[in-house]
């Protein structure tokens, strides 16, 4: 699907011309504008609230109308809400192209007009690849904004540029087990590396073990396809002079639980671990194909966590690169150990920071639901860039705290630390667990558990599945590092 601006509506034969009418607006001069919509607008007596709609056929003209409430003028939230309830609108009715009319002299800031154009992007899209019959969906969307609007054609571009490396993550997330594997994976990321000249380090079991990545090979050690840590590096096209920045992705992609065997319905969507190792193949080759200004590092531990003879077991205990000792209470909290060792990979690499996206906890959706990802970070001014980051491109996070008190919930009584175990607030404590293994470097984990993969819809995604979360929340925090905010 392809989104264009105008300034002029000039719908073809059977376009659906969308009107999006906002909260204590006055229906009546679009009523006047589209007379088709007129009597129908007038029995239904829209109040311009999120929810309601308007579907009118014009006969003598062979078009569909639409008038939707479009909530509060200005509202990122409602603006992304909108979209989504047009989206599923224009699928309902079949339609190819549609026209959507921003009503009114404007100004329509970039921000507000940028939430439509993400919000129509990750609406139009499905995950058809076992279907024989396809959805073919919409082939192209005109916004027609009257009066000054802050988005250009341009940087609309730019804009899809990051939504195809996001639908690219949920193409990956939504994958079949069978052919999402730490070796399926790995050759992607060599064919990103190839596509967007970009540097890859590839690390499977010899090189494992002479750097003393010991969680990879624990949680890998039953499956077929030995594990991998995967370093992908963007080197920005000039001197910048900048900061670089170490970008950290769990690539579980498969969860069974390993001999703490998961419950049979508790592994249907465990496909989806891997989905922070996807987010962050996405941000990097989004930073090298808007040629961002920072250097960014994209680490992906990848192995697979399967019960069989060499599994690592209940009792075990795991020593990291970094001299600390791991007891495994659980061979269910994997994602904790490979993240280890890739947060000690990459304070190896001495960036000026690292963030880290993982799908860690099932505390995390109890906590904040499927609409936030859990943000753990102890340097404030990282936290607050990640926070603005979130809230402009619509992928929020809400802060957890940190206590120190909490700490002694992940020691252990025959090593230094416990991979489980941790009583409440497990998603805290797993937290405090990681960053005992980022070194010095100021640090934050993002638990997406609740957000990169969705059971049932919710009020911004109109299907179930992979959201592609963090693709986006990451490029914009990259963009403001690099200055190209």
Known sequence: MKIVRKNQLRPGARDAVLIPLFKGADPAPLGRE???????????????????????????????????GAGRPGSLADARRCAARAMSLLRENRAGRAW?????????????????????HLNHYRFDRYKKKKDRGLERVFLVCRGRAGLANAAIGEREKV???????????????????????????AESARRHGLRLETWRRPELEANGMNGLLAVGASSCC???????????????????????????????????????????????DMAGAAAVLGAV???????????????APLAENLPGRRAY??????????????????????????????????????PDLIVELSTLTGAIVSALGDSYAGLFCRQRRLAADLLRAGERCGERLWEMPQPEEYREAI???VADLKNASYGGGSSIKAGLFLAEFAGRVPFAHIDIAGTAFLSKPNAFYAGEGATGFGVRLLVEFLKELSGNA
């Open 34 to 68: 589209f007379p088709a919509l007129q009597a129908a607008a007038g029995r239904r007596r829209m109040k311009g609230e999120l929810g309601e709609a308007l579907a009118c056929q014009a006969l003598e003209e062979k078009r569909l109308y639409l008038l939707l």
């Open 100 to 120: 959507i009319v921003f009503p009114g002299p404007g100004p329509w800031p970039a921000d507000y007009l940028a939430a439509w154009v993400d919000s129509l």
């Open 163 to 189: 939504l195809a490396e996001t639908t690219r993550c949920r193409d990956l997330v939504n994958e079949i087990p069978a052919e999402i594997h730490p070796d399926a994976l790995a050759a992607v990321f």
């Open 226 to 272: 030995e594990p991998a840590l995967l370093t992908l590096t963007y080197e920005p096209p000039a001197p910048h002079g900048g900061r670089t920045v170490a970008l950290v992705g769990k690539g579980i992609t498969f969860d069974a639980g390993g001999l703490n065997l998961k419950p049979g319905n508790s592994m249907e969507e465990m496909k989806s």
């Open 285 to 299: 080759n989004a930073a090298a194909r808007l040629g961002l200004a920072v250097k960014v590092l994209g680490l």
């Open 313 to 350: 077991k209940p009792g075990d205990v795991v020593r990291f690169a970094n001299g600390k000792t791991v007891e495994i209470v659980n061979t269910d909290a994997e994602g904790r150990l490979i993240v280890a060792d890739a947060l000690i990979a990459a304070a190896r690499l001495k």
């Open 411 to 413: 020691t252990s009584k």
